[in-house]
């Protein structure tokens, strides 16, 4: 069965500061892959999605993720964060079967000035 | 603008009483969802639809059920036997194809009076 893990519950960072959310995948078929941002008592909105093709993709908001399949990773990254970045993180995967998604339990972005 | 609606934002239930939480989308989507989020929790599937007329459970659909009438409306009712349900309720949809995202209502949060 597939499943995903979010390394750290909490990241905080300073304003203008690289960061880096962890996200490990276990699944014994193709997957695809997303990252959803959460800001409080909202639903989720999509920052970006691996298909296929290239492993690095670029989201919104000058986010980016890297696919690595050796290491069944898809680390989220953004080079420099801004106070309204602070939100909540989800890592999901989908099989090709496409019937639901699977998340992580999220990691909670807090950026301060 | 298309999108997904649920109403009402929150929601109060008495013991012993159902309570039906709406969800309507006007993207012409064929496959819907519902999830419950708790806190440090994720999400996790409640049921899922891919046609009208059909769907299936999801990790944790005890005490819960649905309907699936019209493409556009996927209604969960929170049934008197779910003994915990104060949580954070969010409807999905998407296109039926295992890599397109979902999209997300705004939520509606559940509590016990």
């Known amino acids: 069965a597939q499943s995903v893990t979010q390394l750290d519950s909490q990241v905080p960072v300073f304003e203008e500061a690289p960061v880096e959310l962890r996200c490990n995948y276990s699944s014994s078929v193709s997957v695809y892959l997303f990252w959803y941002v959460q800001y409080p008592n909202q639903g989720l909105q999509l920052l970006l999605k691996y298909l296929s093709g290239s492993t690095l993709v670029k989201g919104i908001n000058g986010f980016e993720a890297e696919f690595n399949k050796s290491q069944t990773s898809f680390h989220l990254r953004k080079p420099s964060v801004h106070i309204s970045d602070t939100a909540e993180y989800f890592c999901a995967v989908t099989d090709q079967a496409g019937t639901a998604l699977i998340f992580g339990k999220g990691t909670t972005l807090s950026v301060s000035s | 603008d298309g999108g997904i609606t649920q109403s009402p934002k929150y929601l109060f239930r008495k013991e012993g009483q159902n309570v039906t939480l709406s969800c309507e989308q006007n993207?012409?989507?064929?496959?819907m969802y519902w999830y419950r989020q708790d806190p440090g929790q994720g999400l996790r599937l409640i049921y899922y639809s891919q046609i009208v007329n059909d769907f299936q459970k999801g990790d944790i659909a005890e005490g819960y059920s649905v309907s699936r009438e019209k493409k556009e409306s996927f209604p969960l009712t929170v049934t008197s036997a779910q003994k915990n349900p104060t949580a954070f309720y969010l409807c999905?949809?998407?296109?039926?194809?295992?890599?397109?995202?979902?999209?997300f209502g705004d939520g509606t949060r559940l509590s016990i009076l």
């Open positions: 999905a949809s998407s296109i039926f194809d295992g890599n397109q995202p979902q999209h």
């Open positions: 993207l012409n989507h064929d496959a």
